[in-house]
């Protein structure tokens, strides 16, 4: 899964400047985000010259040349925006940017949405600070829903922030295998190509859909035969563990939807969560050989889980049917994208899924 439910970015400054002025009850929040960001972007310094300082550890400083060279392709290749994004490197000192709370209702996988000014609804609020992201999951909680604190490796500003040097590398993410950086990388730019403001699956499942297109090049063209051994035993286990999560959660949908009372739904609930467990364990122990990534996923899967899970992968197939239908030519795709971006929901979605 790539990173990027964490969209909190330069516009927070846009943000807390508009609800100064309509006395906006979350300024609190605003205040925290536009803060988390500053500092964000005063820590960043240019690559180049983070690799001029005799101090940087050699590890570090292979993984900023990686960078550059997924940074140049991206641009060549996938035509991603050309900017300063990725260009430059913050240590934050700590092992997320952002912590995104989640939730969901109890009988439902629909998301809670909050809505801002200027980047509209979207399935998650973020906190530059783990304790206060922490206190939202408390408080919700105690509402009744089903929530969700996870770290986030890295976040897009959609461009805004390209006026004063775009989007850093990070330590929270830049230390990652090849081809998870490279994916990760190309996920976050594409999110400056395109963006729905009222849809977060859209959103996501297009950048999972760029990262899995441009990391497969990425790695035929670029990658050792060790790399590419590497990636498809990734890619396997992806797509396996995504197969799995899709039937429970398609299974647990329909309970959801069905007429049965409240208590019958929440016993099925729990033998359904009881029983994608033991065949996750089963897969672990068999064909996985002992993998366990996904542990963590699997052990505190809840609604909310399965919410997050569904943006980033539900329509993925029909952006890589889309993108083949242009020819496999990226600037038509994004042109497409962009158009599929400024329709009604319905609408957007209903075009989307067009064979």
């Not at 300024?27 to 010259?49: E, N, T």
């Not at 290749?77 to 990725?86: I, W």
């Not at 980047?119 to 929530?147: H, I, K, P, S």
């Not at 040097?165 to 990652?176: C, E, K, Q, R």
């Amino acid at each position: 899964m790539a990173s990027s439910l964490g969209l909190l970015g330069a516009t927070a400054l846009a943000l807390a400047a508009v609800c100064l002025g309509t006395g906006c009850s979350s300024l609190g929040f605003y205040a925290q985000a536009a803060g988390g960001h500053i500092d964000l972007m005063q820590r960043a310094r240019p690559v180049g010259q983070v690799l001029a300082d005799n101090t940087t550890p050699e590890p570090l400083r292979r993984q900023l040349q990686l960078s550059q060279r997924l940074r140049d392709f991206a641009v060549d290749e996938l035509k991603l925006p050309d900017n300063g994004s990725y260009r430059r490197y913050a240590d934050l000192q700590r092992p997320a940017v952002v912590w995104n709370v989640v939730a969901a209702p109890e009988l439902s996988l629909t998301l809670k949405t909050w809505c801002f000014p200027v980047m509209g609804c979207v399935g998650y609020r973020g906190y530059f600070d783990r304790a206060q992201a922490d206190a939202l999951a408390v408080q919700l909680r105690a509402e009744g829903w089903e929530v969700r604190v996870y770290g986030v490796p890295a976040y897009s500003t959609l461009g805004w922030s390209n006026w004063i040097g775009g989007d850093p590398l990070l330590n929270t993410f830049i230390t990652w295998p090849e081809g998870e950086l490279a994916r990760l990388v190309f996920h976050e730019l594409a999110h400056q190509v395109a963006y729905a403001d009222d849809d977060t699956t859209f959103n996501e499942s297009f950048g999972t859909a760029v990262e899995r297109i441009g990391g497969r090049r990425w790695v035929a063209q670029h990658g050792t035969p060790e790399l590419q051994s590497q990636v498809l035993l990734a890619e396997s286990r992806r797509a396996e563990f995504q197969a799995l999560a899709q039937r429970y959660r398609d299974a647990l949908q329909a309970v959801y939807a069905g007429a049965a009372a409240d208590t019958t739904k929440r016993a099925r609930k729990a033998e359904l969560l009881a029983a994608m467990r033991a065949e996750y364990a089963a897969l672990k122990a068999g064909p996985w050989g002992g993998y366990s990534g996904y542990d963590p996923w699997f052990a505190q899967a809840n609604n909310a889980y399965f919410g997050v899970l569904a943006a980033y992968t539900e329509l993925v197939p029909q952006f890589e049917r889309l993108f083949e239908r242009q020819g496999g030519d990226f600037r038509r795709f994004y042109a497409e994208v962009k158009t599929l971006a400024a329709m009604p929901i319905a609408e957007r979605r209903a075009r989307l899924a067009a064979p």
